[in-house]
Every structure is written in C-alpha cells, then in structure tokens.
C-alpha cells in the first residue's frame, strides 16, 4: 500500500487548510483511514481517523475544528482543518490500514507534510 498525502502548508491563525491522502497498490487490506501529527521531541499522535463504513474518532484538539471524511471509490482520506492555532503546527501524517479498537497507528504511513501556524 502507497499513501500519498497533499495539503499542507503555512497559514495564520484562524486559517484553514485541507489535507488529503490517496492510497494505492493493495487497498484491500484498508479499513481505517486517518492521520497522525509529531512535532520535535513529542510522540506522533492521533488527529483523527475514519473506518470504511465511516465510524469516526476525533483527538479532543481536533474536536470542533477539524473534520475527517473519505472517498471510498477515490480510496481518498481528507482533513478539513479550520480555527488552526499556532499549535498545531506539525508534520501531519496519512496512517492506513486494519481497524484497531484502541484506534492506535495503522499498517501504512504516507510521507508526511507541514503544517505550519503563525500567530
């Protein structure tokens, strides 16, 4: 499996931007879609992530400002980020693969990309 992700960028406070992944080569062993975020000496964290029949899991920061929705027939994940913060800035990270309960990291990992956030 391939997960190529687009979207980032530098944005002001308050901005917007849209992320997306596109997954290729063997899609079906994907069930959850998502995306995971690190900045320097943090762990990688979940954003947030989405199952094929479409249950959703949210972090709490992304709750409210950040929405996750998927293309099935694209084999496309997208994350609407609006009210960005200064914090959010990180590198952002497309996670596919089996669905875990505890909606930990997946099988697959896309390259990642900046997001950026002045204040």
């Known amino acids: 499996v391939q997960l190529q992700a687009s979207g980032g960028g530098l944005v002001q406070a308050g901005g917007s931007l849209r992320l997306s992944c596109a997954a290729s080569?063997?899609?079906?062993?994907?069930?959850?879609m998502g995306w995971f975020r690190q900045v320097p000496g943090k762990q990688r964290e979940l954003v947030a992530a989405?199952?094929?029949?479409?249950?959703?899991n949210y972090a709490d920061f992304a709750k409210g400002r950040f929405t996750i929705s998927r293309d099935n027939d694209k084999n496309t994940v997208y994350l609407q980020m609006n009210g960005l913060k200064p914090d959010d800035t990180a590198v952002y990270y497309c996670?596919?693969?089996?669905?875990?309960?505890?909606?930990?990291?997946?099988?697959?990992w896309g390259q990642g990309t900046l997001v950026t956030v002045s204040s």
């Open positions: 996670n596919a693969g089996f669905y875990r309960p505890d909606w930990g990291p997946s099988d697959y």
């Open positions: 080569g063997s899609i079906f062993s994907i069930n959850v």
């Open positions: 989405s199952t094929r029949a479409g249950r959703t």
